[in-house]
Every structure is written in structure tokens, then in C-alpha cells.
């Protein structure tokens, strides 16, 4: 590596936060997006649960694009930088997506009342490629930007980094799940489709509007200009390994199949309630929109907490994987109680597991962000954070389909036993993918990966400089 390379200038707290901007306004428009959508579209629209899934789930199906997003940011150059161009146009494009999503789900629906089957193939197909694109905008902005906070901060900062960038993200969900039930209190009880489209529309573009102008201020001066540099500058840089090669480097030990599959199972434990969670608060607890919506906040504000606990006292005190275990263990246990609070039908019961669950969410998800930082060979960070990224973002598709797909199934087995029973469904599978994370988390080896990924990174560096 050379002196340009690894002098990486750091970030001060304040810089940190203030970058911390982006992620939050991903996860307010998250909330909104996708959260507020969901139930819209499953309660208030009567969509069927399994194309909002897998519509939903498009918007992850498109994330392997985040490893060639990643390599053309390494390697291509706008004005000088590497990093903030892409995230703008990203950040621009799916802002612009999100306003037009609105009135795309207003018009599936009267093609649907009216059964014009021509005009509901067309709009589902609308529908699907919007989300697609969404997804491939989101990527196009969010695989640059963590390779910034890579670029800006030094190996032994990186955690605190990350864990101030993750809080925000917490942070956002919970102000967008605040911002959903203040703005749309008046809609409680309304069904009419004209004056929901009348409300929601203006809603929508003016969070997206923030979102952008959040997205400026996050990133505006983080990434110095790099005087002279064209828009390939690949020849200069050590760490643009080419993609074949990249990809050798991620088959060169078990261990990235092992933690790529934890990934994957944790972040399915974590979100496969998500496409009908507001719709449980809804169908089994009589919850109106807003109040369905602070079911978000409540489990942001757990998360917010159990990151903090377990970046400043658990992980420290018990270890990456000790902690990792804990998470697994509190999430799984979360699950059945959310479960069982369907028998209640009590909404101060779910509410307060909704506390718990993101608590829980909020100690496993700082401990896996820790063991993904160990499992990242500083020479090839930007490489493995595409793949820990497309793990995740491979299991929020499942997930969104699966949550959609087993509520409709759990309809078609339980049609004359009531609501309860299709999420009882959702929820029980879910409780044994965190059954299987916790299980294959006994199987990640850290010194193992190590061994194997320095040993074959040192090969492909050799290849490329030949």
C-alpha cells in the first residue's frame, strides 16, 4: 500500500454525526417508504400480502448490483472524488422514485376494483420495476457512502464511527415513525382512496425533499477533491482490486460463506414481521394508522438503546461473540412473546415488546457490526463491505416476500379462526431463523478467515500489479 493510501485523515465527533445525517434520513424515509406503505397498501388498499412483498422485495432482489456500484466508485472518479457524486445521483434518484409511488398504488387499486386484468398486469408490473429501481438508486448511494466512512476514518476508529452512524439511523426511523403519526393523525378511521392520495402525496414529497437536503448536508466537504485525478484513476489506486478478482477473494475461505450466511439469518430473524407488522397492530389489536406507526418508533427507540448498551458495556465486557450470542438469544425470545401478545390482544402488551424487541435488535445488531468489522481486511474493505451488504440486503428481500407470502398462506390454511392466527405463522418461523442464526454463529472463526483471506489477498495484489 502506499503513503497516499493508508493515511487516511479521521473524523472528528461532530463531523461524524453530522455524517451520520445521510444514514438517518435513509431510515426516516425507510419508515415512510416502506413501513407506511406496507399498511397502506395491505389494510387500507386490500392489496394481497404477497405481491406487497414481493413488489417490496424487488427493491432487494436488485442489491448485487452493490458490489459493482462499490467497484465503480473505487475506480471512477467525478471531479476528483470517488464518493459524493454517486451518493447525490443515488440519493436524487430514489427520492424522485419514492414521490412517484404514490399515485402508481392508487391507480393498481382502481385497476383492481374495476378487474381490468390488462391494467393490473401492467401496474403490478410498474410497481415491481419502481421498487427495482429503488432499490438500484439506494445501492448507487449507500455502497459509496460506506466506503467514504472507510476512506475518512482511521482502523481504530472506525467502530465508534460506525456506531454513531448506526445510532443515527435508529434515530431517523424513530423521528420518521414521530413525523408519520403527527402528520397523518387526521387520516384514523378514513378510507376513502381520494382523500388518502390527497393527504399522502404531499406527505410524501416533502419527506423526500428533507431527505435530499439531509443528504447535502450530510456529505457536502467530506470528501476532498483529489487535484488531477481524471475519471479513471484506477492506475493510482491499490485498493480498486477488478471485480473477477474480488470475487476469488471472497471464495478464498469458508468463513465468508459461513458469516454471509449468518448474515442472512440474523437479518431475517430481525425483519421478516417487517411487511406486516403495522398490519398485525392493525387486524389483531384494532390499531388505527397512527398508532400502527409507533409501533416503528417504539422499536427504533429500543434499538437506539440496546446499541448504546451494548457499544459502551456489553461487548466491552463480554466480547463480540459473547454478546453476538446474547442478541440471537434475546431476539428469539422476543419473537415468541410477540407471538403470545396475539392471545391478549392488548396493545400496551405489544407496545411494550416492541420496546423489547428493539432492544434485543439494538445489542445483536451492534455485536454483528463489530464481527462484520473484524471479518473486513482493511486492504480490501470497500470489497467485503459490498458482500456483508448484499447479505443484508439479500434478507430484507426474503424477508419481505416470505412476511407477505406466509400471511397470505397462513389466510388460505386458517380462512374461519380469525386474524390471529396467519401472523401467529410469520412470527413462529420467524423464531426458528433465529434459532438457525444463533446455531451457525458457533460457527464463525475469526482467526480462520483471517488466515485465509490475508493469505489469498496477497496473491490477487500480486496478479493485479503483474
Same mark, same amino acid.
Given at each position: 500500500?502506499?503513503?497516499?493510501?493508508?493515511?487516511?485523515?479521521?473524523?472528528?465527533?461532530?463531523?461524524?454525526?453530522?455524517?451520520?445525517?445521510?444514514?438517518?434520513?435513509?431510515?426516516?424515509?425507510?419508515?415512510?417508504?416502506?413501513?407506511?406503505?406496507?399498511?397502506?397498501?395491505?389494510?387500507?388498499?386490500?392489496?394481497?400480502?404477497?405481491?406487497?412483498?414481493?413488489?417490496?422485495?424487488?427493491?432487494?432482489?436488485?442489491?448485487?448490483?452493490?458490489?459493482?456500484?462499490?467497484? *465503480?466508485?473505487?475506480?471512477?472518479?467525478?471531479?476528483?472524488?470517488?464518493?459524493?457524486?454517486?451518493?447525490?445521483?443515488?440519493?436524487?434518484?430514489?427520492?424522485?422514485?419514492?414521490?412517484?409511488?404514490?399515485?402508481?398504488?392508487?391507480?393498481?387499486?382502481?385497476?383492481?376494483?374495476?378487474?381490468?386484468?390488462?391494467?393490473?398486469?401492467?401496474?403490478?408490473?410498474?410497481?415491481?420495476?419502481?421498487?427495482?429501481?429503488?432499490?438500484?438508486?439506494?445501492?448507487?448511494?449507500?455502497?459509496?457512502?460506506?466506503?467514504?466512512?472507510?476512506?475518512?476514518?482511521?482502523?481504530?476508529?472506525?467502530?465508534?464511527?460506525?456506531?454513531?452512524?448506526?445510532?443515527?439511523?435508529?434515530?431517523?426511523?424513530?423521528?420518521?415513525?414521530?413525523?408519520?403519526?403527527?402528520?397523518?393523525?387526521?387520516?384514523? +378511521?378514513?378510507?376513502?382512496?381520494?382523500?388518502?392520495?390527497?393527504?399522502?402525496?404531499?406527505?410524501?414529497?416533502?419527506?423526500?425533499?428533507?431527505?435530499?437536503?439531509?443528504?447535502?448536508?450530510?456529505?457536502? @466537504?467530506?470528501?476532498?477533491?483529489?487535484? +488531477?485525478?481524471?475519471?479513471?484513476?484506477?492506475?493510482?489506486?491499490?485498493?480498486?482490486?477488478?471485480?473477477?478478482?474480488?470475487?476469488?477473494? *471472497?471464495?478464498?475461505?469458508?468463513?465468508?460463506?459461513?458469516?454471509?450466511?449468518?448474515?442472512?439469518?440474523?437479518?431475517?430473524?430481525?425483519?421478516?414481521?417487517?411487511?406486516?407488522?403495522?398490519?398485525?397492530?392493525?387486524?389483531?389489536?384494532?390499531?388505527?394508522?397512527?398508532?400502527?406507526?409507533?409501533?416503528?418508533?417504539?422499536?427504533?427507540? @429500543?434499538?437506539?438503546?440496546?446499541?448504546?448498551?451494548?457499544?459502551?458495556?456489553?461487548?466491552?465486557?463480554?466480547?463480540?461473540?459473547?454478546?453476538?450470542?446474547?442478541?440471537?438469544?434475546?431476539?428469539?425470545?422476543?419473537?415468541?412473546?410477540?407471538?403470545?401478545?396475539?392471545?391478549?390482544?392488548?396493545?400496551?402488551?405489544?407496545?411494550?415488546?416492541?420496546?423489547?424487541?428493539?432492544?434485543?435488535?439494538?445489542? +445483536?445488531?451492534?455485536?454483528?457490526?463489530?464481527?462484520?468489522?473484524?471479518?473486513?481486511?482493511?486492504?480490501?474493505?470497500?470489497?467485503?463491505?459490498?458482500?456483508?451488504?448484499?447479505?443484508?440486503?439479500?434478507?430484507?428481500?426474503?424477508?419481505?416476500?416470505?412476511?407477505?407470502?406466509?400471511?397470505?398462506?397462513?389466510?388460505?390454511?386458517?380462512?374461519?379462526?380469525?386474524?390471529?392466527?396467519?401472523?401467529?405463522?410469520?412470527?413462529?418461523?420467524?423464531?426458528?431463523?433465529?434459532?438457525?442464526?444463533?446455531?451457525?454463529?458457533?460457527?464463525?472463526?475469526?482467526?480462520?478467515?483471517?488466515?485465509?483471506?490475508?493469505?489469498?489477498?496477497?496473491?490477487?495484489?500480486?496478479?493485479?500489479?503483474?
Amino acid at each position: 500500500m502506499t503513503q497516499a493510501a493508508t493515511a487516511r485523515p479521521g473524523l472528528s465527533f461532530v463531523t461524524t454525526i453530522r455524517l451520520g445525517l445521510f444514514q438517518g434520513s435513509l431510515g426516516f424515509l425507510a419508515v415512510v417508504f416502506a413501513g407506511l406503505l406496507n399498511r397502506i397498501m395491505l389494510s387500507e388498499l386490500g392489496f394481497p400480502g404477497l405481491l406487497v412483498g414481493g413488489a417490496l422485495a424487488f427493491e432487494q432482489f436488485v442489491a448485487p448490483s452493490r458490489i459493482l456500484f462499490g467497484q *465503480i466508485s473505487d475506480r471512477h472518479a467525478i471531479a476528483g472524488r470517488h464518493r459524493t457524486p454517486y451518493i447525490w445521483a443515488g440519493s436524487a434518484c430514489f427520492c424522485a422514485l419514492a414521490v412517484l409511488v404514490v399515485p402508481l398504488i392508487f391507480r393498481l387499486a382502481e385497476a383492481m376494483d374495476s378487474a381490468d386484468g390488462q391494467a393490473v398486469l401492467l401496474g403490478v408490473v410498474l410497481l415491481c420495476g419502481l421498487f427495482a429501481f429503488y432499490g438500484l438508486a439506494v445501492s448507487m448511494a449507500t455502497t459509496p457512502y460506506l466506503a467514504l466512512v472507510i476512506d475518512r476514518t482511521q482502523e481504530q476508529e472506525r467502530p465508534r464511527a460506525v456506531s454513531i452512524i448506526w445510532c443515527m439511523l435508529t434515530i431517523g426511523i424513530v423521528i420518521g415513525a414521530i413525523a408519520i403519526s403527527l402528520s397523518l393523525r387526521g387520516l384514523d +378511521g378514513i378510507t376513502d382512496r381520494t382523500t388518502l392520495e390527497t393527504v399522502l402525496g404531499p406527505f410524501m414529497l416533502r419527506s423526500a425533499g428533507l431527505v435530499f437536503l439531509l443528504t447535502l448536508v450530510a456529505t457536502w @466537504g467530506i470528501e476532498p477533491a483529489r487535484a +488531477g485525478e481524471s475519471l479513471s484513476s484506477a492506475a493510482d489506486r491499490d485498493d480498486a482490486i477488478t471485480l473477477s478478482r474480488a470475487w476469488r477473494l *471472497i471464495r478464498s475461505s469458508a468463513q465468508v460463506a459461513i458469516f454471509f450466511t449468518f448474515l442472512i439469518l440474523f437479518t431475517l430473524a430481525l425483519f421478516l414481521q417487517d411487511p406486516i407488522l403495522e398490519s398485525y397492530g392493525a387486524d389483531v389489536f384494532g390499531m388505527p394508522i397512527a398508532a400502527t406507526a409507533s409501533l416503528n418508533a417504539l422499536w427504533g427507540s @429500543g434499538t437506539l438503546v440496546g446499541l448504546i448498551l451494548a457499544g459502551l458495556w456489553i461487548v466491552p465486557r463480554l466480547g463480540k461473540f459473547a454478546a453476538a450470542r446474547l442478541g440471537c438469544r434475546l431476539i428469539l425470545i422476543s419473537l415468541l412473546l410477540l407471538l403470545l401478545a396475539g392471545f391478549t390482544a392488548r396493545v400496551a402488551v405489544l407496545q411494550g415488546l416492541m420496546i423489547l424487541f428493539g432492544l434485543a435488535s439494538g445489542i +445483536g445488531t451492534n455485536s454483528a457490526l463489530c464481527l462484520m468489522l473484524d471479518l473486513t481486511l482493511p486492504e480490501a474493505a470497500g470489497t467485503f463491505v459490498g458482500v456483508w451488504g448484499l447479505a443484508q440486503a439479500l434478507s430484507r428481500a426474503i424477508a419481505k416476500l416470505l412476511g407477505g407470502g406466509l400471511l397470505d398462506l397462513g389466510r388460505a390454511l386458517f380462512p374461519l379462526q380469525g386474524p390471529f392466527p396467519p401472523f401467529a405463522l410469520v412470527l413462529g418461523i420467524e423464531a426458528l431463523v433465529a434459532l438457525a442464526a444463533l446455531l451457525m454463529l458457533s460457527r464463525v472463526n475469526l482467526h480462520r478467515f483471517r488466515e485465509d483471506t490475508s493469505r489469498s489477498l496477497t496473491q490477487v495484489l500480486a496478479m493485479e500489479l503483474g
